[in-house]
Nanobody, 119 residues
Framework: QVQLVESGGGLVQPGGSLRLSCAASGNIFTIYAMGWYRQAPGKQRELVATIGRSGIRSDSTNYADSVKGRFTISRDNAKNTVYLQMNSLKPEDTAVYYC?????????WGQGTQVTVSS
């Protein structure tokens, strides 16, 4: 079992920045990759960014086209934490952001953190 706890969401003005954190605990050595997804009201959950486990292809990353150049995913293995640095935020980035971890065939999810971009 893997437990994920997100933090760092909030209200920010357009053009502002936020950093989300996701702390993993439990059977973390089985985690293959981690990432961030988001879900806006009335929409399906969508991928934001993923990061591969160091040692396979060290910190390989993947981003949705809508966030490329604005968001950066990173990880601190010593703290078992993944971050999402979000810059130049837009109102359309408003959503609940979920942390994801893949372990074998199992997807684990955090409880979600709300990000609201509004003036």
């Amino acid at each position: 079992q893997v437990q994920l706890v997100e933090s760092g969401g909030g209200l920010v003005q357009p053009g502002g920045s936020l950093r989300l954190s996701c702390a993993a605990s439990g059977n973390i050595f089985t985690i293959y990759a981690m990432g961030w997804y988001r879900q806006a009201p009335g929409k399906q959950r969508e991928l934001v960014a993923t990061i591969g486990r160091s040692g396979i292809r060290s910190d390989s990353t993947n981003y949705a086209d809508s966030v490329k150049g604005r968001f950066t995913i990173s990880r601190d293995n010593a703290k078992n934490t993944v971050y999402l640095q979000m810059n130049s935020l837009k109102p359309e980035d408003t959503a609940v952001y979920y942390c994801n971890a893949v372990s074998g065939l199992v997807n684990y999810w955090g409880q979600g953190t709300q990000v609201t971009v509004s003036s």
